[in-house]
Nanobody
Framework: QVQLVESGGGLVQPGGSLRLSCVASGRFRNIYNMGWVRQAPGKQRELVAIVNGGSTNYGYAESVKGRFTISRDNAKNTVYLQMNRLKPEDTAVYYC?????????????WGQGTQVTVSS
């Protein structure tokens, strides 16, 4: 019914930048909150950034404030994560997630993730 597909991950050196994208496709009525969650081996899952449907409210993990920026384009059903001044500790699989109303019920959807590796 609904799919989220991430792209933009890769290998970068410390201090570099990456821009992640996540596109929602399928049959749905509304997309509410969209966000990015990362998972690194041996670490707890961490909510990195989130934005509401109207792009009026934003939230960031303390570890990425000032370096990451989340944005969305509702006409394209897409959310972005601009990551600057990347650090080795940012290495993780980054998942897109969104609250989507297909008809009457709102469900939380996840993408399959994109790998971000920060290493020299």
């Amino acid at each position: 019914q609904v799919q989220l597909v991430e792209s933009g991950g890769g290998l970068v050196q410390p201090g570099g930048s990456l821009r992640l994208s996540c596109v929602a496709s399928g049959r749905f009525r509304n997309i509410y909150n969209m966000g990015w969650v990362r998972q690194a081996p041996g670490k707890q899952r961490e909510l990195v950034a989130i934005v509401n449907g109207g792009s009026t409210n934003y939230g960031y993990a303390e570890s990425v404030k000032g370096r990451f920026t989340i944005s969305r384009d509702n006409a394209k059903n897409t959310v972005y994560l601009q990551m600057n001044r990347l650090k080795p500790e940012d290495t993780a699989v980054y998942y897109c997630n969104a609250d989507i109303r297909a008809l009457f019920t709102t469900e939380n959807y996840w993408g399959q993730g994109t790998q971000v590796t920060v290493s020299s």
